[in-house]
């Protein structure tokens, strides 16, 4: 069975900083999708980047940035450059395609950027 | 164009009612996933719908819960004899077809709480 683990429950930056949130994971599939959703308080679920396993260069979307380790099993996400509006719940998501596509989600990260 | 809509935004029920949460995916969307977030936990699977045919239940917790499309479009998840450990955000997603790199968009959810 797939699992996605988020060891993070909390984690706090000051506005222009960089910060990192850390995510692991464990299959035995070989080739497979990994992403990084951002909810705020409005409970709408945002993606904020994604990376095909068999990619080895890492994802960059403008501040965000992964650091994907896929002998380690491990995809953290770098938010650079924060800004108050990135404060939010954070959720690792894993997906290996098969029949269904559904996503497996860590437990999340709450991020708070302080200004 | 319009997002991912689910009504109600919010829902209060007794224990024993029954309840149906609607979710409208974007147009033209052949893929629909319904995931549970229970309070400090990440989403969770529950169903796929691939156009009108329910692909994968696997997720359902036990047969109170059911959810149907019957025109390949809106989806409706219904819960019988509703329990309090029911009460979490039920989201819909949805996505052009069935492949793992699609993006799945959310909707804002519905908060069910069974008193």
């Known amino acids: 069975a797939q699992t996605v683990t988020q060891s993070q429950p909390e984690m706090s930056v000051q506005e222009a900083e960089t910060v990192t949130l850390s995510c692991t994971y464990d299959t035995s599939e070989s080739n497979y999708y990994l992403f990084w959703y951002k909810q705020p308080p409005s409970r709408q679920m945002i993606l904020v980047i994604r990376q095909e396993a068999y990619k080895q260069q890492n994802a960059t979307e403008n501040r965000f940035s992964v650091n994907f380790q896929k002998a380690a099993k491990s995809f953290s996400l770098k938010i650079s450059d924060s800004q108050l509006g990135d404060t939010a719940m954070y959720f690792c998501a894993f997906n290996y395609g098969g029949a269904t596509n559904k996503l497996i989600f860590g437990t999340g990260t709450l991020l708070a950027v302080q200004p | 164009g319009a997002g991912v809509s689910q009504t109600p935004s919010n829902k209060v029920t007794e224990k024993g009612k029954y309840v149906e949460l609607r979710c409208d995916p974007i147009s033209g969307h052949t893929a629909l996933y319904w995931y549970r977030q229970s309070l400090g936990q990440g989403p969770e699977f529950l169903i796929y719908?691939?156009?009108?045919?329910?692909?994968?239940d696997s997720g359902l917790p036990n047969d109170r819960f059911f959810a149907v499309r019957p025109e390949g479009s809106v989806s409706t998840l219904k819960i019988q004899r509703t329990e309090r450990g029911d009460s979490a955000v039920y989201l819909c997603?949805?996505?052009?077809?069935?492949?793992?790199?699609?993006?799945?968009?959310f909707g804002p959810g519905t908060r069910l709480t069974v008193l």
């Open positions: 719908f691939q156009g009108t045919g329910a692909a994968d």
């Open positions: 997603a949805s996505s052009e077809r069935q492949a793992p790199y699609n993006e799945q968009f």
